[in-house]
């Protein structure tokens, strides 16, 4: 791959606080390395406004190797930037060219207000995940493991299921930031799977209530979370959770 | 959880629309049906008939009430969840990925919804107020259903209102199909095409056989 430095002109959202309206700031991203992530190019960014005396941008970042969810950014239009199957951090400034204007946002949803510029609170999804998305284990001796039987497919859907970091792209994706592609792959990773049986129809039950309480909108099936979702968690995990819904309504 | 609850959350507000939205798909096999006898070019002799018979049959008649309470509940349904949902983002993004991520008309369900329904109001203005108006005002006289249509599609503007009202429709139902069984559940790699296909397939019929009556009309083929 060739390297090469770039510049690049950012518009990045600033905001002070939750009760601030919040802007567009331009900044001028100079001699960017095309190897470096994105989130690095925003490190030598904030290296420049603290030297210069100015605030630097808040962003949310941990494992910067795609697993943790954590860096929320909304990059010219596209959650996680325009590569598909990538978090911000994997993605590279060989994505961007000379002298291009890259428009940076925080996820936006009534559901996730922002925190400080590119920060917003998703504890929404904690909220969701508390309400049923676990297994309820007595304590005592493991049980072995080859004890339970599990058929290959559901292990293997499961195991795409589960695959879902909560980073909240598909919410910032989506058209009306439903929150469906998340709660219905943790539905999904525990009702595929024999430990999850017992809890399978109120798991569903409390975990749909409370994202409809969180104020996420309704699933419309345009498949723009799919799209940028960088686990690529499928929504047939979506007409899961339909059919789990509607099968625990019939029977609780 | 109690049915109230079921069908006031996000999920079953979903499986409404999908339900009422696969109950009208059906509907419109009937209605493009039979109009299309007016293709038989008897001078209506057949269509009219077939009206009568629909517009008389018991059985017909309870079904047009479940049609009415259908159309209804996903236009209301409808409305309330495009207001609902537009409401959940309150400070709107300064750059959109437009069709890179999903398709314009999965997005427009409810502009093409509101489409349909203007379109819908003319439409029932122009023959479904005729037909009822003769059978119960004027005593249950023969009415020419035919020679309506004939007279109405003699007009340019209202040929190309009905033509605009069919193209709505068709955007409507190239996502609505296939959402429809997304909602209930049905998702599969082994028949996710199947219905993807039917959908096409279905779409294509119904516009193509609606389109063509205000046009042969116009066109004076009939």
Redesign the interface.
């Known amino acids: 791959m060739e390297h090469k430095n770039i510049n690049l002109n950012l518009k990045v959202w600033r905001q002070k606080n939750n009760q601030d309206a919040g802007h567009f700031e331009t900044y001028k991203a100079e001699n960017i390395s095309t190897e470096m992530s994105f989130l690095e190019m925003f490190d030598v960014l904030n290296e420049k406004l603290i030297k210069e005396g100015q605030e630097p941008v808040a962003f949310d970042h941990d494992c910067r190797e795609g697993i943790c969810g954590m860096c929320s950014m909304y990059i010219n239009g596209r959650a996680h930037g325009p590569w598909q199957g990538t978090t911000t951090c994997q993605l590279h400034m060989r994505a961007f060219s000379e002298g291009e204007t890259v428009t940076v946002e925080p996820w936006r949803a009534g559901a996730f207000p922002v925190i400080k510029d590119l920060v917003v609170d998703r504890s929404a999804f904690d909220r969701i995940q508390q309400a049923g998305g676990y297994v309820s284990v007595n304590t005592g001796n493991a049980v072995d493991g080859n004890a339970l039987p599990i058929n290959k497919d559901n292990a293997d859907a499961a195991f795409a299921a589960a695959a879902c970091i909560g980073c909240g792209a598909c919410v910032a994706a989506c058209k009306n930031s439903s929150a469906m592609l998340f709660t219905s792959a943790k539905v999904s990773q525990y009702s595929l799977l024999p430990q999850g049986e017992p809890e399978r129809k109120t798991r569903v039950l409390n975990m749909i209530a409370q994202m409809d309480k969180e104020g996420f909108g309704a699933c419309t099936n345009t498949g723009a979370c799919e799209a940028e979702c960088p686990k690529e968690i499928s929504i047939a995990n979506i007409a899961r959770l339909n059919r789990e819904y509607l099968a625990a309504q019939f029977s609780l | 959880?109690t049915?109230k609850?079921?069908f006031t959350?996000?999920?079953g507000?979903?499986?409404v629309m999908a339900i009422t939205g696969l109950f009208l798909i059906s509907f419109l096999i009937v209605h493009a049906g039979a109009n299309s006898c007016i293709f038989l070019n008897d001078n209506g002799e057949t269509y009219n008939a077939v009206a009568r018979f629909l517009s008389h049959n018991w059985i017909v008649r309870f079904l047009e009430l479940g049609l009415f309470v259908g159309i209804f509940a996903h236009i209301i349904q409808g409305l309330m969840?495009w207001r609902?949902?537009?409401?959940?983002?309150?400070?709107?993004?300064?750059?959109?990925?437009?069709n890179?991520?999903?398709?314009w008309y999965?997005?427009s369900?409810g502009l093409l919804g509101t489409l349909i329904l203007l379109f819908l109001i003319i439409h029932l203005k122009d023959f479904f107020l005729g037909t009822k108006v003769a059978m119960y005002a004027h005593g249950d006289e023969p009415h020419n259903l035919f020679a309506e249509m004939q007279e109405e599609f003699k007009e340019l503007p209202v040929v190309i209102i009905y033509l605009l009202g069919v193209i709505s429709l068709g955007w409507h139902l190239i996502?609505g199909f296939?959402?429809a069984f997304?909602?209930?559940?049905?998702?599969?790699?082994k028949y996710n095409n199947l219905i993807r296909n039917a959908g096409y397939v279905y779409t294509v019929i119904i516009c193509v056989l609606f389109m063509l009556m205000p046009i042969a009309f116009y066109a004076g083929w009939l």
């Open positions: 959880m049915w609850e079921y959350s996000s999920v507000k979903k499986l969840l609902q949902n537009s409401a959940k983002r309150p400070v709107k993004y300064a750059v959109n990925p437009g890179a991520t999903s398709k999965s997005r369900m996502h296939s959402s997304q909602t209930l559940g049905v998702n599969s790699p």
